[in-house]
T-cell receptor, first 114, second 117 residues
Framework: DQQVKQNSPSLSVQEGRISILNCDYT??????FLWYKKYPAEGPTFLIS?????DKNEDGRFTVFLNKSAKHLSLHIVPSQPGDSAVYFC?????????????FGTGTKLQVIP | NAGVTQTPKFRILKIGQSMTLQCTQD?????MYWYRQDPGMGLKLIYY???????DKGEVPNGYNVSRSTTEDFPLRLELAAPSQTSVYFC????????????????FGAGTRLSVL
């Protein structure tokens, strides 16, 4: 059962435009959501996060929106730059026993076209 | 500022061989994790550790073993390699439990690409 879903395997956007990456989840116990960015031959790196008690978090060009009723979150990148081309993973976290369990989505490959 | 270091970067094994994937972190993090990533899939948790001497299974532990004798090191052992273990392996670490945003962030190594033929 895929508790965190990224239904778009890939996305192409023109430089300067907005990139919107989507993520859906099924577990209402998730209390923290994170986005990671991954370049080829590198490990994922943390990008931005949001607590379940908030509906928006912004960091420079990156904004994450959370819609708890729809169990949906999205990452907005504006303006998109060629260096943003990477795979983006959505992750959700929930307390499970004494452990903060993190579940990752399958990733969306973003290509920003110059 | 090394962060999380994994060795080797690449390895080819024959079926039935054994090997250890090394992982070390210099951030004094309590939690460490091993994930595998198969093509088109997300990261699947193999094992995790909440501190030295404490390890537990994740989603896909079969065929693997771990140990955590120090805070810094968290090696992953493959005893009898099988083609199904062909994957990219990532080690990660984090401060620990929830309670603050910083503790939820995992820091990843660059990965080990393993092929079992």
């Amino acid at each position: 059962d895929q508790q965190v879903k990224q239904n778009s395997p890939s996305l192409s956007v023109q430089e300067g435009r907005i990139s919107i990456l989507n993520c859906d989840y099924t577990n209402s116990m998730f209390d923290y959501f994170l986005w990671y960015k991954k370049y080829p031959a590198e490990g994922p790196t943390f990008l931005i996060s949001i607590s379940s008690i908030k509906d928006k978090n912004e960091d420079g060009r990156f904004t994450v929106f959370l819609n708890k009723s729809a169990k949906h979150l999205s990452l907005h990148i504006v303006p998109s730059q060629p260096g943003d081309s990477a795979v983006y993973f959505c992750a959700a976290s929930a307390r499970s026993g004494g452990y903060q369990k993190v579940t990752f989505g399958t990733g969306t490959k973003l290509q920003v076209i110059p | 500022n090394a962060g999380v270091t994994q060795t080797p970067k690449f390895r080819i094994l024959k079926i039935g061989q054994s090997m250890t994937l090394q992982c070390t972190q210099d951030m004094n993090h309590n939690y460490m994790y091993w994930y595998r990533q198969d093509p088109g899939m997300g990261l699947k948790l193999i094992y995790y550790s909440v501190g030295a001497g404490i390890t537990d299974k994740g989603e896909v532990p079969n065929g693997y073993n771990v140990s955590r004798s120090t805070t810094e090191d968290f090696p992953l052992r493959l005893e009898l390699a099988a083609p199904s273990q062909t994957s990219v392996y990532f080690c990660a670490s984090s401060l620990g439990l929830s309670g603050s945003s910083a503790k939820n962030i995992q820091y990843f190594g660059a990965g080990t690409r393993l092929s079992v033929l």
